[in-house]
Every structure is written in C-alpha cells, then in structure tokens.
T-cell receptor, first 115, second 114 residues
Framework: AQSVTQLDSQVPVFEEAPVELRCNYS??????LFWYVQYPNQGLQLLLK??????LVKGINGFEAEFNKSQTSFHLRKPSVHISDTAEYFC?????????????FGAGTRLAVHP | KAGVTQTPRYLIKTRGQQVTLSCSPI?????VSWYQQTPGQGLQFLFE???????NKGNFPGRFSGRQFSNSRSEMNVSTLELGDSALYLC?????????????FGSGTQLSVL
C-alpha cells in the first residue's frame, strides 16, 4: 500500500520569502510523484511531476521539487513567493500496480502568503 | 478547448435520497476518474473509467457507483445518502492512462446532505 504524509498542515510566509512544503511517501514499489495546487472554489491544477530521470523537477509558476529516494521525500520549493501563491497544495503518488490515474493524496498544506 | 465540466456546481439533498453527478471530460480524453474531498478525510479516489469500463475502484461502499458513456462523459451515483457523503466531488480526465499524461480536474460538485 502507498501513503503520503505532508508534514505541515499550514505554512505562513511573507511575500518574496522562500518557502518549502514537505512531503514524504511510503511505497513498496516504484512510484510517480506529483504536486497539485487548489485555489479556493476550484479544482486541482498540476504544478509538477516526477516520473524518472533528473531528481530536480521544475514546474509552473516558479515551483520546483526534488525527489529523494533514500529519504522517500518530494519537497516542493519556491525561492520567492507572491500573494497569488496563497492556496492549498497537495502531494500525490501513484504507481503502475495501483493504476496510474488512482492518485493517493496527502492531507494538504495550506500556504498563506502575507504582505 | 473547453476544460472538464462538472454539473451541477452545487447540490442539496436530504438523507436517504439518491443523487447523480455528471462529468464531461475534455474532448478526446477517454479516461475519467472521480475523487471525494472532505475536510476530515481529504482527497480520496472513488473510481476510474476508461472506454466505458471501470478500471479501478477505491474503498467506498456499494452505494457509490458510476458509469461512462460512449462519448466518454461520466456519471456517478450515490444512493441512500448519508450525512457523511457531504463533500466536494471532483472529476478528472486524461487522454489515456499513462503516468506521463496530465490529469485535468473540473471545479467539482459541492454536495450537501441535510
């Protein structure tokens, strides 16, 4: 079975400061990892994904994430946040055995960017 | 290109009733999956349909069912509604079922059970 743990339920940060949202996963098989963002009253939007290859993945809106197999982590980072980045962020995992479109999500991290 | 369309946007039902939610995927997408989002349980996978066949199912009771039509549109049905079924139901579509494909989500149907 697979699981995802997002270590922070809320992260407050000031505008233009760097931010890191932490995600750890558990799986007995090879996984594919994703970060999604959800703005109020909207569905989820893909930020970035790790399938294979380079462990540093760049996504939209200036976000990037690093896959660390030994630490089973996939932390999301942004060097300078904007007010518009205020949203809920979800880390997710899937695998071939689970069915690719069966995503297992973490509980989410609410990022609040303050002026 | 239109996005994933879910109807209705909001729904209020009472316990014991049944409800049908609709999802129209992006044109050309053949896979449709459904997720339930609640404050307590977060996002949970319900089921996935591809080419009118259910390919995967989450851990939900049999009161939750779905289907997919030949035009890839999908419906999910919840019978004998319970208070705990109050949630945001999200639909997502993709072209096929490959991990390198992007999954597109709709804005969801907010179901309130009174």
């Amino acid at each position: 079975a697979q699981s995802v743990t997002q270590l922070d339920s809320q992260v407050p940060v000031f505008e233009e400061a760097p931010v890191e949202l932490r995600c750890n996963y558990s799986s007995s098989v090879s996984v594919y990892l994703f970060w999604y963002v959800q703005y109020p009253n909207q569905g989820l939007q893909l930020l970035l994904k790790y399938l294979s290859g380079s462990t540093l993945v760049k996504g939209i809106n200036g976000f990037e994430a690093e896959f660390n197999k030994s630490q089973t982590s996939f932390h999301l980072r942004k060097p300078s946040v904007h007010i518009s980045d205020t949203a809920e962020y979800f880390c997710a995992v899937t695998s071939f055995s689970g069915g690719y479109n069966k995503l297992i999500f973490g509980a989410g991290t609410r990022l609040a960017v303050h002026p | 290109k239109a996005g994933v369309t879910q109807t209705p946007r909001y729904l209020i039902k009472t316990r014991g009733q049944q409800v049908t939610l609709s999802c129209s995927p992006i044109s050309g997408h053949r896979s449709v999956s459904w997720y339930q989002q609640t404050p307590g349980q977060g996002l949970q996978f319900l089921f996935e349909y591809f080419s009118e066949t259910q390919r995967n199912k989450g851990n939900f009771p049999g009161r939750f069912s779905g289907r997919q039509f030949s035009n890839s549109r999908s419906e999910m049905n919840v019978s004998t509604l319970e208070l705990g079924d109050s949630a945001l139901y999200l639909c997502a579509s993709s072209i096929n079922r490959r991990p390198d494909e992007k999954l597109f989500f709709g804005s969801g149907t907010q179901l309130s059970v009174l």
